[in-house]
């Protein structure tokens, strides 16, 4: 099997792509782009990379930035907790450790949003450290190289892959090694239409001599994923001829955590228009009489990991006094300064369909 390794470590150097953070050892470009490619692919990922290097060229400048800048910024990736613990372990590599990333696994994951894998992508891939970085492109080579059944999404699957990972990388260097079989996942054994006849691992590949490419990795079923249904509240007034609109701040946990969106309800089946509109004036958000609801639009549909959210927006133009309940809980925004909140793509598409952001 050495042999192999040392196929697929010539394999890389002549095929790797040349992607900005594998070009440098750099632990915070390293660990800036770990963050970011989490749940994205690499291809909506590097702007992403290249914006916050150019903004933030240094852990210090990342350290000393604005939340709701960082959000902004963030803005289209989704999974909004990443941004928060980013700049909160920024934060505390400056606080804590002067500036520099610690060189220890264990120290690395008490960082707020670090685990195991970013861990030990940054101790391999900027140290050069022995620890093996598993992540859905190795669970795929490894699983067809050796015809491991273990289904990637038990619980066992990782220290199973791990330990392998690790044998395998033990007389090579762990960042060529690491970054090579993850390229190899990427570009030829590929989830469907695996480029075997071009794989420097295919002479001991199982799957390839079984013709089973298809049967690995093996995963568990999925459990069904839910559907939730929002009713937005679009409340506008009008001063001095410019319209402003009312926005929520949504908690620091939960999805969206920190964004800005428009009040809401959160609901297991549609809202009736009728009882949405009780609703709205049970909390307190409008006045019995003084409003006027000037569109309904269609309904939004948004896919996350474990639910289905099917949303629709009500635009209401309120006048009169204003419910206390509205002015206390909700931030009043000027139409011209939307674009400068950072909202969920959900809200952002409705955004811009109304032109109400370019």
Known sequence: MNNSIKKLLVWYQKNERQLPW??????????????????????????YYIRFTQKYPDIASLASANEQDVFKLWQGLGYYSRATNMLKAAREIVSTYHGEFPKNMNLLMKLPGIGPYTAAAIASMAFNLPHGVVDGNVYRVLSRLFGIATPINSSRAHTQFLVLTEELMATHSPALFNQAIMELGALVCKPQNPDCLTCPLQSNCFAFAHKQQSDFPVKSPKAKQKTRYLTYYVMSVTTNGHAQFFLNQRKSKGIWANLFDFPSFETHQPLPYDQAIHQAIDNGWLPDNSFNITHV?????????????????????????????????????????????????LVERYLRDVNLIE
Do not use: C, M
Not at 22 to 47: A, F, H, K, M
Not at 306 to 331: C, D
């Open 22 to 47: 594998r070009q440098t050892s750099n632990p915070y470009y390293i660990w800036l782009s770990e963050v970011i490619l989490q749940q994205t692919r690499v291809d909506q990922g590097l702007p």
């Open 297 to 345: 639009s269609n309904e939004y549909k948004h896919l996350l990991t474990h639910r289905i959210l099917r949303a629709r927006f009500i635009s209401i133009q309120i006048s009169g006094v204003l419910p206390a309940n509205l002015i206390k809980s909700l931030l009043l925004v000027n139409q011209t300064s939307l674009s400068e909140y950072p909202v969920p793509v």
